[in-house]
């Protein structure tokens, strides 16, 4: 591939991964280009930084990569948990023999896997979210040239990861604050209160449930009445309510 096609290929690349709609749809389609992208490349996956593991398996190409980047969380050892861990990059010439990895490596290895090669995967800011997990059938699969094309691929799925979940947080602070309205809207008919007291009653139902503000407002809408009793939520007790029958 020369420069020109090279360029090409990120251009479009780049346009692909930031099309997509949501962030489990641009995890699919990295792995999806991975194997197009780094030469040697039979299947890929990605593994992100969750709350349950540092390498929580997140997208794959097909069974084999699931099974492989399950162990990892499961096992707590491998490559692409390692990335995760300390980002750094990871390649493994045969998991028959490579003794890093002594649980891992060996169950890889019955599932044909032999080469590995684990990047980091980072956003714009630098943040740590997880790992770029490649593997091969052949033993010495990957060559520093295929070590670079990863790094240069990671960085554009980096970006687009990131994207995507700032795309997301925005969706979700719209809904949120649509939901959030909606049930002002319905506390200020009901109880013949301002939008302001409507949303300090939303507050202090948050604060003495322990509860998210959306998940209150979602109860209201959903469920057409408070959690508890409205005029314990009512700050100073100075709102007009009415019964809830009235």
């Not at 251009?11 to 780094?38: F, G, H, M, N, Y």
């Not at 492989?68 to 491998?78: I, P, S, T, Y």
């Not at 684990?118 to 990957?142: H, I, M, P, T, W």
């Not at 314990?232 to 009235?246: C, N």
Request: glycine residues 8%; charged residues 25%.
């Amino acid at each position: 591939m020369n420069q020109d096609e090279r360029a090409a290929l990120y251009a479009d690349l780049s346009r692909d991964l930031l099309a997509q709609k949501d962030e489990p749809l641009t995890l699919q389609r990295i792995v999806e280009l991975a194997v197009q992208a780094v030469p040697g490349c039979d299947w890929a996956g990605v593994s992100l930084r969750g709350d349950r593991s540092v390498a929580e398996a997140a997208a794959s190409t097909g069974p084999v990569v699931h099974q492989a980047d399950r162990l990892q969380q499961e096992l707590d050892e491998g490559p692409c948990h390692q990335s995760s861990l300390d980002n750094e990059t990871y390649i493994i010439s045969d998991t028959r023999s490579d003794r890093r990895w002594p649980r891992w490596s060996p169950r890889v290895a019955e599932l044909g896997i032999r080469s590995v090669l684990s990047v980091q995967l980072l956003d714009s800011e630098d943040e740590l979210l997880g790992a770029l997990n490649l593997y091969a059938s052949q033993v010495g699969a990957f060559s520093r040239n295929d070590l670079d094309e990863a790094l240069v691929f990671a960085a554009h799925a980096g970006g687009a990861i990131g994207v995507s979940r700032e795309v997301s947080g925005l969706r979700e602070a719209l809904r949120s604050r649509h939901l959030i309205g909606v049930a002002q809207g319905m506390l200020v008919q009901r109880y013949d209160l301002t939008v302001d007291q409507a949303f300090a009653v939303l507050a202090r139902q948050s604060q003495e449930s322990n509860t998210k503000l959306r998940d209150v407002a979602a109860h209201i809408v959903e469920g057409g009445r408070l959690m508890g009793h409205p005029e314990d939520l009512v700050p100073d007790g100075d709102v007009p309510l009415v019964s809830e029958t009235g």
